[in-house]
């Protein structure tokens, strides 16, 4: 996708412009919240941008979690969702338990048509641990003679914060995210992701069985 410009927002810009309540949305925010704290050097912008962040990641894990639904996300599951936040991952987990070999399957299908776009894939146990480092500004995190009154602690953070959410925001600006649903797949595809998901095959399998 062509990333939006985020740098050199003034706060009523983040505030009011290009407002969307998806993860990309929140991780735009995000990033300019960090670009105004380097350009003003105050540090609640990067508060805001963890706000913005872990948000962006939770709405992240809900979107996975209505992808890798096949055919479609129960109405229980979403309700689910609307009252533990905190739970995606389990919820992913259980709604499809192979959603990370899925992932390499997909992968291995889109890799075959030369003209497709690119598509990225999440690892989830670890947003779920970088929603958890996020999380850990939104709380009480110490004296402020500690923490924000000292400059070396407020530069260690600012950097844990600037570099995860650059890495995120990167990522999604490199693709798109995709995968094929097993109830779309012909009876040909269905019965190699079969034998990837119950091991009969390894990953390196996979293409040359889709090829012949």
Known sequence: ??????????????????????????????????????????????????????????????????????????????????RETNKFLKLIKTLNPDHE???LFSKALIELEPDAPPLI???LSEMSKYWGKYSHYLHWFGSQ???????????????????????????MASGNRGVMPVSGMTPETQAIWEDFKNAKINYSDIKPRLQY
């Open 101 to 103: 070999k899925l992932n």
């Open 145 to 171: 003679d500690r923490t924000t009154g000292e400059q070396s602690w407020v530069e260690e953070a600012a950097k844990e914060i600037s570099g995860i959410t650059e890495k995120i925001w990167m990522k």
């Open 1 to 82: 996708m062509l990333a939006p410009i985020y740098k050199g927002r003034s706060a009523e810009e983040i505030l009011n412009d290009r407002i969307y309540f998806d993860s990309v949305g929140y991780f735009y925010r995000a990033m300019s919240w960090i670009d105004y704290y380097h350009r003003h050097r105050t540090f609640t912008a990067m508060i805001y941008a963890c706000t913005d962040a872990r948000l962006g990641i939770e709405h992240l894990l809900f979107e996975e979690l209505v992808l890798l639904a096949d055919p479609a996300l129960p109405d229980n599951f979403y309700k689910k969702c609307t």
């Open 121 to 123: 894939f999440w690892d």
